[in-house]
């Protein structure tokens, strides 16, 4: 009977020959057994040796950093936002403080967030809001442009060494003293470590470092009346004003348009007085025609108009171009070839003046007497002196943006314009137009060097900061007297500012000394009247041309009071809005007024 290969018999046959065939190689079955076993063990080795080395790697190179990662699962870290420093007036009135808010960050922005809004996020179990303190500035539009706002830093500015340490997020001054005087308004953050669970709750506070307010800064501003310069400029939809003190203390200053800073910083529910001009972020930043962050005073250039004429003035005098017995026939016009030039009486009214000198010139704001004297100077002896006042280049006040001007010259002309100077051109640069262009602040300083017998200060808005000298005896005390007469008069009846005529306050402890303050003409023996006061203006408008005939002149005018020993010099330019007198003119004195029968 045969088997099949399934069963036993053929599988012992099988191993047979296997056994067979092993002795024919010589080789031993055991000892292939045995290798087997060797590499087994070799393999277990490396692998616990690769284990080892692995486990010592993490333990004694990367156990820093895992142990970093493993804490930061259990350990957050949050920032205590610094408060920054309060700006204050000059007597201690505060023109931003902070109040308690909060801030996220929302795709890569940083929102402000006041506490009624904050609430209703953190019921609704918002965790991301971060403490923090918004600022808040009580006189809003009034001071926008001296005091500035925050925003967001930029991109741009993450790159300038002077921002070495911000982050993305961080909150900096945007314009104003809260941008010039960044470095010590800003505070050192704090932190805090808090330990917490699995979802995030937080357990226990393991440590905290305490933040360290910014600094706070005092400026020369005086915050009553800064209120009272917006409200005299409520009317003027562009321009400027400007108060200060002859040595240069900036005791006001307000730019037309103007914004509400707290849109910037109190957040995105913050409801702006009824009367505000804008009432919300996207209306000031989308207004191109008004661009209310233009601050005017330092950054806007325009021909001064006949407010230059005290600088042809001074500048003939002093080089004795002419002296105080020169004089001019007003014929009405002046004929170049095919050219007119007419004075602006003539123009109106159809009337002459006759004969002019220095005195009267300035008093009737005469065009021809100084289309004469700007030929009789020229180009450039007239630009090297307006340069001595500190025309042509920034004053330095201490915030940012502001704008050097132009002062022309032949040379200059030939190469912008590509033609030569004119006669024409001598005759306009003599009357502030031309090529001419100032800044509200650069006529106010040349208003104030004349005022304090001839020094020229860099205009301050640091209470603590000394007088700093630009320039000084330039002009003599003859000149000074010379235009401070023509000045005088120009405020006074027969002079072309009206609205000065007369000008008297009410104010009882003004003492009449018969010179800068004397009786009021109208003065009756009743009580109120017996505390009426002629204070003495000297004063120059303007009204300058510019664009074509159917644009209306920039309006002008630049004064200071008392007129002997002065106290105060303004400044007021409306933009586009007709004659200086008719309209900066009854601002200006609205500006004195307040000023004489509540500060002086």
Same mark, same amino acid.
């Given at each position: 009977?045969?088997?099949?290969?399934?069963?036993?018999?053929?599988?012992?046959?099988?191993?047979?020959?296997?056994?067979?065939?092993?002795?024919?190689?010589?080789?031993?079955d055991f000892s292939s057994?045995?290798?087997?076993?060797?590499?087994?063990?070799?393999?277990?080795?490396?692998?616990?040796?690769?284990?080892?080395?692995?486990?010592?790697?993490?333990?004694?190179?990367?156990?820093?950093?895992?142990?970093?990662?493993?804490?930061?699962?259990?350990?957050?870290?949050?920032?205590?936002?610094?408060?920054?420093?309060?700006?204050?007036?000059?007597?201690?009135?505060?023109?931003?403080?902070?109040?308690?808010?909060?801030?996220?960050?929302?795709?890569?922005?940083?929102?402000?967030?006041?506490?009624?809004?904050?609430?209703?996020?953190?019921?609704?179990?918002?965790?991301?809001?971060?403490?923090?303190?918004?600022?808040?500035?009580?006189?809003?539009?009034?001071?926008?442009?001296?005091?500035?706002?925050?925003?967001?830093?930029?991109?741009?500015?993450?790159?300038?060494?002077?921002?070495?340490?911000?982050?993305?997020?961080?909150?900096?001054?945007?314009?104003?003293?809260?941008?010039?005087?960044?470095?010590?308004?800003?505070?050192?953050?704090?932190?805090?470590?808090?330990?917490?669970?699995?979802?995030?709750?937080?357990?226990?506070?393991?440590?905290?470092?305490?933040?360290?307010?910014?600094?706070?800064?005092?400026?020369?501003?005086?915050?009553?009346?800064?209120?009272e310069v917006a409200n005299?400029?409520?009317?003027?939809?562009?321009?400027?004003?400007?108060?200060?003190?002859?040595?240069?203390?900036?005791?006001?200053?307000?730019?037309?348009?103007?914004?509400?800073?707290?849109?910037?910083?109190?957040?995105?529910?913050?409801?702006?007085?009824?009367?505000?001009?804008?009432?919300?972020?996207?209306?000031?930043?989308?207004?191109?025609?008004?661009?209310?962050?233009?601050?005017?005073?330092?950054?806007?250039?325009?021909?001064?108009?006949?407010?230059?004429?005290?600088?042809?003035?001074?500048?003939?005098?002093?080089?004795?171009?002419?002296?105080?017995?020169?004089?001019?026939?007003?014929?009405?016009?002046?004929?170049?070839?095919?050219?007119?030039?007419?004075?602006?009486?003539?123009?109106?009214?159809?009337?002459?003046?006759?004969?002019?000198?220095?005195?009267?010139?300035?008093?009737?704001?005469?065009?021809?007497?100084?289309?004469?004297?700007?030929?009789? %100077? !020229?180009? +450039?002896?007239?630009?090297?002196?307006? @340069?001595? *006042?500190? /025309?042509?280049? #920034? =004053?330095?006040?201490?915030?940012?943006?502001?704008?050097?001007?132009?002062?022309?010259?032949?040379?200059?002309?030939?190469?912008?314009?590509?033609?030569?100077?004119? %006669? !024409?051109? +001598?005759?306009?640069?003599?009357?502030? @137009?031309? *090529?001419? /262009?100032?800044? #509200? =602040?650069?006529?106010?300083?040349?208003?104030?060097?004349?005022?304090?017998?001839?020094?020229?200060?860099?205009?301050?808005?640091?209470?603590?900061?000394?007088?700093?000298?630009?320039?000084?005896?330039?002009?003599?005390?003859?000149?000074?007297?010379?235009?401070?007469?023509?000045?005088?008069?120009?405020?006074?009846?027969?002079?072309?500012?009206?609205?000065?005529?007369?000008?008297?306050?009410?104010?009882?402890?003004?003492?009449?000394?018969?010179?800068?303050?004397?009786?009021?003409?109208?003065?009756?023996?009743?009580?109120?009247a017996s505390d009426m006061?002629?204070?003495?203006?000297?004063?120059?408008?303007?009204?300058?041309?510019?664009?074509?005939?159917?644009?209306?002149?920039?309006?002008?005018?630049?004064?200071?009071?008392?007129?002997?020993?002065?106290?105060?010099?303004?400044?007021?330019?409306?933009?586009?809005?007709?004659?200086?007198?008719?309209?900066?003119?009854?601002?200006?004195?609205?500006?004195?007024?307040?000023?004489?029968?509540?500060?002086?």
């Amino acid at each position: 009977m045969k088997l099949g290969a399934s069963f036993s018999d053929a599988i012992h046959t099988e191993k047979n020959m296997s056994l067979r065939f092993s002795r024919k190689s010589g080789k031993s079955d055991f000892s292939s057994h045995a290798m087997r076993g060797y590499l087994f063990l070799l393999f277990i080795g490396i692998g616990a040796l690769i284990l080892l080395g692995r486990l010592a790697f993490l333990q004694l190179l990367a156990g820093g950093y895992y142990r970093s990662i493993s804490d930061t699962n259990r350990i957050r870290t949050a920032l205590i936002h610094a408060p920054r420093g309060i700006i204050f007036d000059r007597d201690d009135k505060p023109l931003v403080f902070n109040v308690p808010g909060y801030r996220e960050t929302v795709n890569g922005k940083t929102v402000l967030i006041d506490e009624k809004a904050a609430l209703d996020k953190i019921a609704k179990g918002d965790k991301k809001l971060e403490v923090d303190s918004l600022r808040q500035y009580p006189i809003g539009e009034a001071a926008a442009h001296v005091v500035g706002y925050i925003g967001q830093i930029s991109t741009e500015d993450l790159k300038d060494p002077l921002f070495a340490g911000y982050n993305a997020g961080d909150l900096v001054g945007k314009m104003g003293i809260e941008q010039s005087g960044e470095t010590f308004l800003r505070g050192v953050d704090g932190k805090v470590l808090v330990e917490v669970d699995a979802t995030g709750k937080p357990i226990r506070i393991l440590g905290e470092t305490d933040p360290i307010a910014g600094q706070n800064i005092f400026l020369t501003i005086d915050s009553s009346l800064q209120k009272e310069v917006a409200n005299a400029m409520k009317t003027v939809k562009r321009g400027a004003a400007i108060v200060t003190t002859p040595t240069g203390e900036v005791l006001a200053m307000v730019s037309k348009p103007s914004f509400d800073p707290n849109l910037f910083t109190m957040g995105e529910h913050f409801d702006p007085p009824s009367d505000a001009t804008y009432h919300t972020v996207e209306q000031v930043l989308l207004d191109g025609t008004g661009q209310p962050l233009l601050d005017r005073a330092i950054s806007g250039t325009y021909p001064p108009g006949s407010t230059f004429k005290l600088v042809t003035a001074t500048a003939a005098l002093q080089t004795k171009t002419i002296d105080t017995s020169y004089t001019v026939e007003d014929d009405g016009i002046l004929k170049v070839g095919d050219f007119s030039f007419a004075n602006w009486y003539y123009t109106e009214y159809g009337r002459t003046e006759g004969p002019v000198d220095v005195v009267k010139a300035i008093k009737r704001s005469n065009d021809i007497f100084f289309y004469k004297v700007g030929q009789l %100077l !020229g180009v +450039d002896t007239l630009s090297s002196f307006a @340069q001595k *006042y500190g /025309l042509g280049k #920034p =004053l330095g006040i201490s915030i940012e943006g502001e704008a050097k001007g132009l002062v022309p010259t032949k040379e200059w002309k030939e190469k912008v314009i590509g033609d030569k100077w004119y %006669l !024409g051109d +001598d005759y306009h640069y003599g009357i502030g @137009q031309g *090529y001419l /262009l100032t800044t #509200p =602040l650069q006529v106010n300083s040349w208003t104030a060097t004349i005022a304090n017998g001839g020094t020229v200060y860099a205009p301050r808005l640091l209470k603590n900061q000394n007088p700093v000298v630009k320039n000084k005896d330039f002009l003599s005390m003859d000149t000074l007297n010379t235009v401070r007469e023509g000045m005088i008069e120009s405020c006074d009846t027969g002079g072309v500012a009206w609205p000065f005529f007369g000008f008297a306050v009410k104010n009882s402890h003004l003492q009449i000394d018969g010179k800068d303050i004397t009786e009021a003409p109208n003065a009756t023996g009743s009580a109120d009247a017996s505390d009426m006061r002629h204070v003495v203006v000297a004063c120059k408008t303007g009204t300058a041309q510019h664009g074509d005939d159917s644009t209306l002149p920039h309006a002008w005018i630049t004064a200071f009071a008392p007129a002997y020993h002065p106290q105060i010099v303004v400044t007021v330019l409306s933009e586009e809005s007709g004659e200086g007198s008719n309209v900066a003119g009854p601002i200006a004195k609205e500006i004195m007024q307040y000023y004489f029968e509540n500060k002086y």
